[in-house]
């Protein structure tokens, strides 16, 4: 266990990490029409549930936490989608390794 966390904090320092499924019932009460819009995209891709992703604090009520939704392609590019779990601000992080289609290999 100790050292799986160490090695996840490698590949993100500075934040800290969760699994996509705790993500997700974090904002399970969250009632957002941006992000339905998101999660109706084309190209929306949700997290899974053993996805190890960042939780990131919230810059816009300083209290609640972002935690990954998915991620969606526009221009070009994939974006990691986060929501806050407390005010429900949708922020977009660029990823810029990600393979540009069906990275998930199951
Ligand atoms: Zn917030």
Request: proline share 8%; glycine share 10%; hydrophobic share 35%.
């Amino acid at each position: 266990m100790i050292e799986h966390e160490q090695n996840a904090e490698q590949q993100h320092p500075g934040g800290d990490l969760e699994r996509g499924g705790e993500a997700l019932a974090a904002l399970a009460h969250l009632k957002s029409r941006s992000l339905e819009a998101l999660r109706g995209r084309a190209t929306f891709q949700p997290i899974h549930d053993q996805d190890i992703v960042p939780v990131l604090p919230c810059e816009s009520c300083h209290d609640g936490g972002l935690r990954a939704v998915g991620r969606v392609r526009g221009r070009g590019r994939w974006q990691r989608v986060h929501a806050c779990d407390t005010c429900g601000m949708l922020h977009l992080f660029d990823l810029p390794n990600a393979p540009p289609a069906n990275p998930l290999h199951e």
